[in-house]
């Protein structure tokens, strides 16, 4: 692991660093916020998945996050959105929403999107465990949170790994993939056309299949572009009604689905998910 940056930030540390990724066959980079008690010992540790386009720097300069994680102290982890170099395959028409920046946290099984695109496996195992090597986390006591495509991310690694996570929280998250346009054609490449193991990615699916409660938190601007033919928010509404899930499922009025969006919400979200560390301990 090499540190390509590092700054101050609300007497913390804004680090971003750069490793060779076995599971993704390439060198990733990954930004880490250290807040100031990291320096006295441990902290709790949030990961952060962005949307379609992002590397792991959008949030780190677009949120304002660092006030709120220096307030909370809880270090705030930024990884890329997909595989990245000139070996890794990306949409053969240059797309942004497949391929390169779109990695939509799957282990792809279909060629050529099979050796590289693990983000899965990544962000389960390979990634948390080197934080926990490098960084005075307490690996542990762990939340996530993620906007739109990584919205989607982080309720699929909570959902899907139960007790894992104190909580999960999504900005305008892509709730159910298997229907719609942008799910769909990722889902189909990275899967093949059998749309039963497309489920495991769907959080929906996921919740009607009964999985296990965690505190979730999800805020969808009223004004997102994306909102009625991507992300589809009352499908997540209706899957938890149906399922007995409890969800706290916000409409924003006037936001869209830009930084702007996240950087009103972030700090409620953060505290959201220091809460939840906090008494899955007690
Ligand atoms: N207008 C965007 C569409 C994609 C988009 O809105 N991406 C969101 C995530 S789904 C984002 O966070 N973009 C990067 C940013 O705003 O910094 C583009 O073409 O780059």
Request: aromatic content about 12%; overall charge negative; proline content about 6%.
């Amino acid at each position: 692991m090499t540190v390509v940056s590092e700054n101050r930030c609300f007497d913390g540390r804004q680090l971003r660093f750069r490793h060779a990724a076995e599971t993704l066959g390439c060198d990733m980079h990954c930004s880490i916020y250290l807040p100031p008690q990291a320096q006295a010992g441990p902290v709790p540790v949030l990961y952060w998945l962005s949307g379609l386009t992002c590397t792991d720097e959008n949030f780190v300069h677009k949120a304002g996050a660092q006030r709120y994680a220096a307030e909370h102290g809880v270090a705030i982890v930024s990884p890329d959105t997909s595989p990245r170099g000139d070996n890794v395959p990306d949409d053969p028409e240059g797309a942004w929403d497949f391929g390169l920046g779109a990695g939509f946290y799957v282990n792809a099984t279909e060629a050529p999107w099979s050796s590289h695109y693990r983000m899965y496996d990544y962000l389960a195992t390979e990634l948390p465990a080197l934080i926990a090597a490098e960084f005075p986390v307490q690996a542990e006591r762990c939340s996530i949170f993620g906007h739109s495509m990584g919205g989607h991310g982080a309720m699929v690694m909570a959902l899907r790994n139960p007790g894992r996570y104190a909580s999960v929280s999504a900005f305008a998250p892509i709730v159910a993939p298997a229907r719609c346009p942008w799910g769909e054609k990722a889902l189909s490449h990275y899967l093949g056309p059998d749309r039963d193991t497309w489920k495991q990615y769907d959080s929906c699916e996921l919740i009607s299949a009964g999985a296990t409660q965690l505190p979730l938190l999800v805020d969808q601007g009223e004004a997102d572009n994306f909102l009625a033919q991507q992300l589809q928010t009352s499908l997540l509404e209706q899957a938890c009604s149906d399922s007995g899930f409890r969800a706290d499922i916000r409409y924003q009025p006037g936001y869209d689905h830009s930084y702007f969006f996240i950087a009103s919400f972030i700090g409620t979200h953060i505290a959201f998910h220091a809460q939840a560390i906090a008494r899955s301990q007690a």
